[in-house]
């Protein structure tokens, strides 16, 4: 073999491999990155929920409160 040959049967097998452990590391930093981003959305949908909850609780307490009035008010009618 020449010296040549004998430079490729190793440099391009490492280069490979060299390649595939790089792809693979930039797709794990990658999915890292993807899943840090949906954490951020579902902590910033929890947020609106919790307001919105919060929001409707109020809500239904000042409805509440109107109905008891009414229905005091129907029955002093009756």
Same mark, same amino acid.
């Given at each position: ?12 097998? !490492? ?10 590391? $930039? !797709? !794990? #930093? %990658?999915?890292?990155? #993807?899943? %840090? &981003?949906? +954490? &951020? ?9 919790? $307001?919105?909850? =919060?929001?409707? =609780?109020?809500?239904? &307490?000042?409805?509440? !409160? ?7 008010? %129907?029955? +002093?009618?009756?």
């Amino acid at each position: 073999m020449t010296e040549d040959a004998i430079f490729a049967a190793f440099f391009f097998p !490492s280069a490979a491999a060299v390649l595939v452990f790089f792809m693979k590391y $930039t !797709s !794990s #930093v %990658l999915q890292a990155r #993807v899943r %840090l &981003g949906q +954490d &951020g959305a579902y902590r910033e949908i929890a947020a609106n929920v919790a $307001t919105s909850q =919060a929001a409707t =609780a109020a809500t239904l &307490g000042e409805v509440l !409160s109107r109905l008891i009035v009414i229905e005091k008010i %129907l029955k +002093d009618v009756e």
